[in-house]
C-alpha cells in the first residue's frame, strides 16, 4: 500500500485552507472598518449627544462583562501510576507473545517494539499478564475501577474539593463502553449528586482528551459556580485487544499501556487562587470526510472473527495532514500578525501562480513555552517535530513519557505536563500546548496558560525516577 498522501485530500485541502484564511481576515477587515465608521460619527456629535452615548456605551460594556464567557480554570489533575506488579519488561512481553502466536508473529511485535520508543517500566493490566490474556467484561470493569478510582482519590486528596461539589462528569475512553458507563461509575463510586450531569465519550480516539476538556469548556461557559471533573483513558484488556495473528492489528497491542489521568477544571471565584492552569483555546480539526483517513485506524474483525484495530501504512501521511489543517485553525488565536501574514502571502502564491512553492511554516515553537505532543509511538512525535521545527527538548517530555508509560492514548499529553513540572521548568506566565492525533481521523489541542507559581510540586506518576530523566533512548533498542 502506498505511503503518499491522498493528493485530493492535500488539493481539497489547500483550497479549503485558503477559503477559511480569506474568511477569517475578512472578518478582521470589516471590524476595522466598523471601528473607523464609529470614530468618524463620534467626532461629528454634539457634546450632550456624545455623553448620552457614552451612558448607553457603559451599560451595555457593563452588561457585555456580566454575560460574556467565564474564565475555565484547571485546579489540579492526578495521572494514574500502575503499580510495579504490573510492569511488563519488552522481554516478558515477547516471551508470552511466543507461547500465543508463535515464533514468526512475535518476532514481527519485536520489530516492532525495538523501534517504539518503549522503555522497560510500562505496565499493562493484570489480565493480560495472563497466557492467553483474559479479556473479558469482568475483567475490563476490573482494569476501569483500578485505574479511575486511583487516579481519582489522588486527585480529591490533592485539591482537598468534596465530591459532593462536583457538577459534571465528562469521560472519554475510546474502545471500552459498558453499560452503566463509566461515568456512571464514578457517580456511584463517589456518591456525587443527584443533580450532577454525566457525559461518557467513546470511541473518540487518542486525540479525546481535549474533546473532553471542549465539552467542559462549553459547560462551565453558561453554568456559573460549578466544577467539572475529567477522566481521560484507555482500558487496555477490552475489544481493543487482539488475539489474533493479522500482522496490521497486532501494532496496537505493542504500543498501548495502562493509563488514565483525573483533572478538575472550575469557574468558581474562590477556585481561582488554587488553580494551576488557565484554559485559552480547545481548537478541534477532523478530516474524516476522505475515506483513506476515515479508515486508517479502523476497529474491524480479521479472517477468524477477531476483533481489534487495524493500523493502516497511511497513518502517518495522513496525520500530517491534518496536523496541516489543524495548524491553519490554530495559528489564528495563537500566532502574531505577522506570522500569519507570511503564511497568507505564500499560501496565496502556492494557490494562484506557482503550484509547486512550498508554503511558509510559521514558528508555532515561538508561541509556547512547552509543548506536549501525543506519545503514540516514536514515529508519531518524529512526525510532528519535523512537521513543526521543534527541538530535541521541546519533544522530550513526549519521548519521555513514552519511554517510561508507553502509548496511553488519550492521557499521555497529561503525563508529559505532569513531567514538566516534576523537573521544576513551569513558570508562571507559560504557555502551554497539548496536541492530540487520533482515529477519525482527528488532530485536536488544548491551549493553556500558567497562572501560579510552582515553588514546590508534587512530582505524580514520575515520582522515583524523575532524576533518572531524560534518558537517551536509541532509534534500535536490542533486548
Not at 470589516?30 to 454634539?46: C, E
Not at 478538575?264 to 494551576?276: I, T, V, W
Request: with cysteine; aromatic share 10%; proline share 5%.
Amino acid at each position: 500500500m502506498s505511503t503518499s498522501p491522498n493528493p485530493s485530500l492535500e488539493l481539497s485541502g489547500s483550497l479549503d485552507l485558503l477559503k477559511h484564511v480569506k474568511l477569517n481576515y475578512h472578518s478582521i477587515f470589516n471590524r476595522f472598518l466598523f471601528f473607523l465608521l464609529l470614530m468618524f460619527m463620534a467626532s461629528r456629535l454634539s457634546c450632550n449627544n456624545f455623553l448620552r452615548i457614552s451612558v448607553v456605551f457603559l451599560y451595555i460594556a457593563t452588561l457585555y462583562v456580566k454575560t460574556r464567557p467565564r474564565a475555565v480554570y484547571l485546579i489540579d489533575f492526578a495521572c494514574y501510576k500502575p503499580p510495579f506488579w504490573c510492569r511488563v519488561p519488552n522481554a516478558s512481553f515477547l516471551e508470552h507473545s511466543r507461547e500465543i502466536i508463535g515464533e514468526d508473529r512475535a518476532n514481527f511485535m519485536m520489530r516492532v517494539l525495538e523501534r517504539s520508543g518503549l522503555g522497560e517500566e510500562t505496565a499493562l493490566p493484570p489480565l493480560a499478564h495472563y497466557i492467553p490474556p483474559e479479556a473479558s467484561l469482568g475483567g475490563s470493569r476490573d482494569e476501569s475501577e483500578l485505574i479511575i478510582f486511583t487516579a481519582v482519590d489522588d486527585l480529591f486528596q490533592k485539591t482537598g474539593v468534596d465530591p459532593k461539589d462536583i457538577n459534571v462528569v465528562v469521560v472519554n475512553c475510546n474502545s471500552f463502553a459498558p453499560m452503566p458507563s463509566l461515568a456512571s461509575m464514578i457517580v456511584n463510586r463517589y456518591k456525587l449528586r443527584a443533580d450532577v450531569r454525566s457525559f461518557n465519550l467513546s470511541g473518540m480516539g487518542c486525540s479525546a482528551s481535549p474533546i473532553s476538556i471542549g465539552l467542559a469548556r462549553d459547560i462551565l461557559r453558561v453554568q456559573p459556580d460549578s466544577t467539572v471533573l475529567v477522566f481521560s483513558t484507555e482500558i487496555i484488556v477490552s475489544p481493543a485487544w487482539y488475539t489474533g495473528t493479522q500482522r496490521s492489528m497486532l501494532i496496537p497491542n505493542c504500543l498501548f499501556r495502562m493509563g488514565g489521568v483525573a483533572i478538575l477544571l472550575s469557574n468558581r471565584p474562590r477556585h481561582r487562587a488554587d488553580a494551576k492552569y488557565r484554559l485559552h483555546h480547545v481548537v478541534r480539526t477532523h478530516i474524516g470526510a476522505d475515506d483513506k483517513a476515515y479508515k486508517c485506524l479502523y476497529q474491524v474483525e480479521d479472517a477468524d472473527g477477531r476483533l481489534g484495530i487495524s493500523l493502516s501504512k497511511e497513518v502517518m501521511p495522513i496525520s500530517g495532514q491534518a496536523m496541516k489543517r489543524h495548524l491553519i485553525e490554530l495559528g489564528q488565536f495563537v500566532l502574531p500578525w505577522w506570522e500569519q501574514l507570511l503564511f497568507v502571502a505564500t499560501l496565496l502564491r502556492r494557490s494562484l501562480i506557482d503550484p509547486k512553492a512550498k508554503v511558509y511554516t510559521p514558528e508555532f515553537r515561538k508561541a509556547f513555552e512547552h509543548i506536549c505532543v501525543h506519545a503514540g509511538g516514536r514515529a508519531v512525535i518524529d512526525e510532528v517535530q519535523m512537521n513543526l521545527g521543534l527541538s530535541a527538548e521541546q519533544v522530550e517530555a513526549s519521548r519521555m513519557a513514552l519511554h517510561r508509560f508507553g502509548n496511553t492514548s488519550s492521557s499521555s499529553v497529561w503525563y508529559e505536563l505532569s513531567y514538566m513540572e516534576a523537573k521544576g521548568r513551569m513558570k508562571k506566565g507559560d504557555r502551554v500546548w497539548q496536541i492530540g492525533l487520533g482515529s477519525g481521523f482527528k488532530c485536536n489541542s488544548s491551549v493553556w496558560e500558567c497562572v501560579k507559581a510552582m515553588d514546590k510540586v508534587d512530582q505524580g506518576p514520575w515520582s522515583g525516577c524523575i532524576d533518572r530523566y531524560p534518558v537517551e533512548v536509541p532509534e534500535v533498542l536490542k533486548f
